[in-house]
């Protein structure tokens, strides 16, 4: 599976966007998804996975209530909304995808990636 992730850009603190990533290939319903985000000079975090049909999500703590992730399987496409932006969530976030696992938070249990958009919170 390719995944193209978009949506990112500049925003004030307090402010919202919304990231889609597509994906093209297998039958996305077989991917778990996940969303990760890579701050400069620090360690890839994970933010938020979805399961396969999309009826359960988990999130990291520091983003529960106000990141939410979403797929829509008929347009092979996952969203993560984010709201209440902060500077601290400027970061460069990808999307993963792995047809083994589900809803898990380690890097390294997703098999493909995407390029990275890069979100930018100003104070």
């Known amino acids: 599976v390719q995944l193209q992730a978009s949506g990112g850009g500049m925003v004030q603190a307090g402010g919202s966007l919304r990231l889609s990533c597509a994906a093209s290939?297998?039958?996305?319903?077989?991917?778990?998804m996940g969303w990760f985000r890579q701050a400069p000079g620090k360690e890839r975090e994970f933010v938020a996975t979805?399961?396969?049909?999309?009826?359960?999500?988990r999130y990291t703590d520091s983003v529960k209530g106000q990141f939410t992730i979403s797929r829509d399987n008929s347009k092979n496409t996952v969203y993560l909304q984010m709201n209440v932006l902060k500077p601290e969530d400027t970061a460069v976030y990808y999307c993963?995808?792995?047809?083994?696992?589900?809803?898990?938070?380690?890097?390294?249990?997703?098999?493909?990636w995407g390029q990275g958009t890069l979100v930018t919170v100003s104070s």
């Open positions: 979805i399961s396969r049909g999309g009826g359960v999500s």
């Open positions: 993963a995808a792995d047809s083994i696992t589900t809803l898990h938070i380690r890097p390294d249990d997703y098999a493909y």
């Open positions: 290939g297998r039958a996305f319903s077989t991917y778990s």
